[in-house]
């Protein structure tokens, strides 16, 4: 099930008794257990029926003996362990210990219990028992990272979520500007919110206006002037990253930029050229088809390897990998290498 899925059956109140919320995006785990643990029960119900402790201050033993108690004047009792891969799980072959007693409660949860895990970076090993018992009785969320290619598609659906709406440019500049840490993009979403008008489509310029992206100076516009060629704003731009570097760290720029330059040679490679088979082979919006487009009639095929290598080249030199060059020197070279 997804995440939404889950949240819907929580909201209809169709409940499992047991719940691993496991993996690599701790976005999602939070999503989940936040709602189970402020919305499942009421306010009044949860002072007698609900425990929350967190792994590395807990013991197996300590949620077992939480799990197998009954609700007190509540239909549901809510028994959470957060940062659960803190925790110290045993041995399935310690078979006297801990470990037993609670492979007994999980292949036999009580009904009247929800018992969560919400196990961070990184998740159970299907093969064991543990995980088994689970899937069973009870419901297994694998949270995977989100590819950086689907980040933009994740912000228009949160946004739709709240009942805004948010342009493609302006997803896109989000997702280049804080990366995949969907926590952090939604934290900034939630305060851009609260200064759009309900229904509102959200723009570059709210996003620029809001969250500190320069409207003229960030790597997303340096792409664009970069696949035009327009060597006067890209001159001003980088100027512009040399006297803010905190803002624009170098390491991030051609981390970006290796990721733009990679999907200008997949458009060179693509055998479907149609916007609709381009949007799927680059991983992008069909709306930005044209600017990946104009790119590769820039640089053509042997131009853009040649760009990703000085890349790769520039991205040693800046950690200093015989080079002791400023950062905003380096950057002024490439982009001379790369404009010429």
Known sequence: MT????????????????????????????????????????????GFNQTVVYGKDTDLMTVLNAAKRYPMMADYQVVMVKEAQDMKWGKETDDKKSIDPLLSYLEKPLPSTILVFCYKYGKIDKRKKLYKAIEKNGLIFDSAELYDNKIPGWIEGFVSDKGYRINPQASALLAEYLGNDLSKIANELEKLMLNVNAGQEITSKEIQDNIGISKEYNVFELQTALGRRDVVKVNRIINYFEANPKANPMVVVLGTLNNYFSKVLRYHYAADKSPQGLARDLGVSPYFVKDYEQAARTFNYGKT????????????????????????????????????
């Open 305 to 340: 390897m040649q760009v990703i290598s000085l890349l790769r080249e520039y991205d040693l030199k800046s950690k200093g990998v015989e080079s002791n060059t400023a950062p905003g020197e380096l950057m002024k070279e490439l982009m001379f290498k790369i404009l010429h």
């Open 3 to 46: 995440a939404p899925e889950i949240l819907k059956d929580l909201k209809n109140r169709k409940f499992k008794p047991l719940y691993l919320l496991h993996g690599d995006e701790p976005y999602f785990i939070d999503l989940i257990g936040n709602y189970i643990e402020h919305k499942v029960l009421s306010e009044a119900e949860r």
